[in-house]
């Protein structure tokens, strides 16, 4: 064989290489600005903060570049014919090397890539740009050499750019699919209950839903599905004639968000779980958030219907001011007392092993109405939005002794303090998708109520990350939550610590010395060791579950 042939032959093959090189770098990061909704800004944000740039392709092809910088002309033709072997062999061991890294990093990937129409022609089209720039740097522009180490950090601008030219396309796909189920909405009539806020939501609608069902057809919104696009697919894929109720749960992105929900899916009921520090870093405010999320309020009251809100969990004066407006119709519900009346107060909550457990008071003039409650699920917030689920359903017309033996035998929420046995042995209390102080100390006091149990009384065990996008706030709350987790936990479990050093100061401040902290680089480690540490009648927390754009460490 030639040696004109083996160049060639490694010449296809290090195109071939280059081609594989930005697909899976750009496939891995993809996953990354999926998590970012697409936000451009935010993704290019967290590159930069995790330095999520190569290093493994750029230092072999540096080694490539020095190689062929070095003048073997004098050494005759065998020598000079190595070194261009040798050039191509490097350059093309290094673009497999940056293969292997990207498709690790998929593979190991907490929240997998979903491969959307959307998320494919992103992928694809930012390949063509990223080949075709390649390729118009090296023959037409011809760039030195090393220019080939910056497009081995263009990946990231590569998903955007190609996100920015395929933004009318998807305007116009995205109309289409909002079009049609606006018009199946109109044509289907369900009565729609939206709900929004900054906790609760989610295990609100699952209640209310499972209430709702007990009487007639139903259909929520699945899992954490809130966003417009979400939705949309939701009324087109499964929204049926037979369906009575449809319950929306919506997030706010930002200012605006929810009044699009509410076009999309015009609300009769509304329903606010609570405002408080979640997506601050997001919004900015309190203030504004809470601006966002009575976006539904204003868009319920148009449509010639109300809104129920958790007075309790709202900022007092912002809540006072909107009612000194009485440009909406709310009902209150209270779990304390408090300067703002309530229509609905709960009170008396206790919570055991089997649940939580408390009245419902209706007030009226002078002759209030008290009703007891029982529901097998755990955290004494969940009795507030059982309270917004019951006010709801009477509103629809469900009869109190319907709602209530509903009620007795309501499903836990999955990820939300859930609670059950492992197969280990010890019992889990599953609070993975949760991520706000008040949430959080929620589940700290049941885990001491479980842990204080006759049929438990191991070890309370907390597995967590801490929380995410609480702003300026971030501090000072995982301080305050480190504090009342030293008062509670046996061992606790701390993943990423360095994200929540105010976590650990907490803690250390208030633990006696047979309290135990471990520190974890990921939940998967901490996960195993707590498999193989754990016991019968030990109950294991997990606070959060932090995807992959805060836990994982990128290094391509």
Known sequence: MSFDIIISALSVLLFISLVMFFFFRQKALLQFFQQEEYESGRFLRWVWDKKAFDIRTSLVTIA???????????????????????????????????????RKTLKNSKKPLVMTMRAKRILGLSVVVSISSFFIAVLLLNLPKEAVLVFYQLPPLFL?????????????VKNKFLVEAKEKVRALNPTIIAISGSYGKTSTKHILAHILGASAPTLATPGSVNTEMGVTRIIREQLEKRHKFFV???????????????????????????????????????????????????????????????A??????????????????????????????????????KADENGLHFNLIEKGDGDDKSFAITAPVYGNHQAENIGLAI?????????????????????????????????????VLDDAYNSNPKGFAEALLTLNILTKSEENGGNAILITPGMVELGTDHDKEHYEIGKLAGKIVDIAAVVTSERIPSFIKGFEEIKKPEQQLRQFKSQEEAQTWVKETAANGDVILYENNLPDLFEATVRF
């Not at 261009?84 to 061991?93: G, P, V």
């Not at 009575?294 to 958790?310: P, R, Y």
Request: charged content about 20%; overall charge neutral; some cysteine.
């Open 248 to 310: 929306v749960e919506m997030g706010a992105y930002g200012e605006g968000s929810i009044a699009k929900l509410c076009a999309l899916a015009p609300p009769k009921m509304g329903i606010i779980t609570g405002i408080g520090q979640a997506h601050l870093e997001r919004f900015g405010d309190v203030a504004t958030i809470f601006k966002a999320k009575f976006e539904l309020s204003k868009a319920a009251t148009k449509n010639g219907g109300s809104s129920i809100i958790n």
């Open 64 to 102: 490539a570049l020095y190689l062929g910088n070095i003048n073997l002309s004098n050494q005759g033709t065998t020598q000079g014919e190595l070194q261009i072997f040798s050039i191509l062999s490097l350059y093309i061991i290094a673009l497999v090397l940056g293969v292997v890294v990207s």
């Open 312 to 349: 309790t969990r709202m900022p007092q004066n912002l809540l006072q001011q909107r009612l000194d407006e009485n440009i909406e119709q709310y009902t209150i519900m209270r779990s304390d007392k408090a300067d703002i009346a309530g229509d609905v107060y709960i009170e008396d909550i």
């Open 391 to 427: 006010i709801a359903a009477k509103k629809l017309g469900v009869p109190m002794d319907t709602i209530q033996a509903a009620l007795r035998n309501l499903p836990q929420t999955r990820h939300r303090l859930e609670l059950f046995k492992s197969a280990q042995g010890p019992w």
């Open 160 to 172: 955007v750019v190609a996100d920015l030219l395929l933004k009318p396309f998807e305007h116009r």
